[in-house]
């Protein structure tokens, strides 16, 4: 079995967990590889333990049986730029806050590895989409893609942008707002509904445009099928305005047209039985509680 382990910070706090997950991966005579960077954080630990390192441009390929994200939901979206389309199975374990993607606790770390040794999970497809910018210039060095949602935004400025929308070159609207987002089934529990947008199964054959903060107020979230492609055109006071991958932002030139899709590979998340979505919406909303007392 081959396991490759990321991360962005690691705290002290942390080091018993990872204790336990190398512990139980040793257990099974794995072979761990670590991110070349997280290395360097995680100091005192045996790099005996380390098969070897990886970065984002080399050391992964479609042989590892597993990517364990180390932190929480913000370094499960930076994970999917190292397994690309590579098809190895993700698992976050959740150092963070909050924990929609990064969903298995750090505390029980030991199931990581024990239950997916025993089958106790399934294998979640994820729908990504991707921008196309029709520039000379990369402005995302290659990695065109997003789980969770491409969002155009104004920049550096109080006044509003007008986002021309077509989906599949018929006009929808032009959305007199802060921005736009566009946001796939697993993005649908980020930025999207705390802009007000619908809640989607991450099964669900689905995009939603949810405005932010729209100053036309009959603007509403809209899902639309998954293989509709989107055209936009911004205008502005500025000059520019942002566009963003999840967390990944560039600076572009008003009037440009962005295209986003549907991405053509998905992204395998690990879901276990004992994690599942509808637990983590329960848990994470309170739903099911009665919060009057």
């Known amino acids: 079995m081959k396991v490759a382990i990321y991360g962005q910070t690691f705290q002290d706090e942390d080091r018993t967990c990872m204790l336990e997950l190398l512990d139980e991966l040793q257990?099974?005579?794995?072979?761990?590889?670590?991110?070349?960077k997280f290395i360097q954080l995680v100091s005192g630990f045996s790099k005996d333990l380390f098969k070897g390192t990886f970065s984002q441009s080399e050391g992964l390929d479609s042989t590892f049986d597993m990517f364990v994200s180390f932190g929480g939901d913000g370094t499960m979206l930076r994970a999917v730029t190292y397994i690309q389309d590579y098809g190895i199975p993700i698992v976050g374990v959740?150092?963070?806050?909050?924990?929609?993607?990064?969903?298995?606790?750090?505390?029980?770390?030991?199931?990581?590895?024990?239950?997916?040794?025993?089958g106790h999970y399934t294998v979640e497809e994820r729908t990504l989409v991707e921008v196309e910018l029709n520039s000379d210039l990369d402005e995302f060095n290659g990695l065109n893609f997003a789980l969770n949602e491409v969002t155009v935004s104004r920049k550096d400025t109080t006044s509003m942008i007008t986002v021309e929308t077509y989906l599949n070159n018929e006009y929808l609207?032009?959305?007199?707002?802060?921005?736009?987002?566009?946001?796939?089934?697993?993005?649908?529990?980020g930025y999207s509904l705390s802009c007000g947008g619908p809640v989607i199964a991450p099964s669900a054959k689905a995009l939603v445009l949810t405005p932010i903060a729209p100053h036309n107020l009959n603007a509403r979230p809209l899902v639309i099928s998954d293989d509709t492609e989107i055209r936009l055109r911004v205008s502005g006071r500025e000059q520019t305005h942002l566009v963003s991958l999840d967390s990944r932002i560039a600076d572009i030139p008003n009037g440009k047209e962005i295209k986003i899709k549907k991405s053509n590979f998905t992204i395998k998340m690990i879901e276990y039985t004992s994690e599942s979505f509808l637990k983590t919406l329960r848990n994470k909303l309170l739903w099911g509680e009665d919060r009057r007392n």
């Open 94 to 118: 959740n150092t963070g806050r909050l924990g929609f993607l990064s969903t298995f606790k750090k505390e029980s770390v030991r199931k990581l590895v024990t239950e997916f040794v025993s």
């Open 27 to 36: 257990k099974i005579t794995a072979e761990v590889y670590i991110e070349e």
């Open 173 to 189: 609207t032009s959305y007199w707002s802060d921005g736009l987002i566009v946001s796939t089934p697993t993005g649908s529990t």
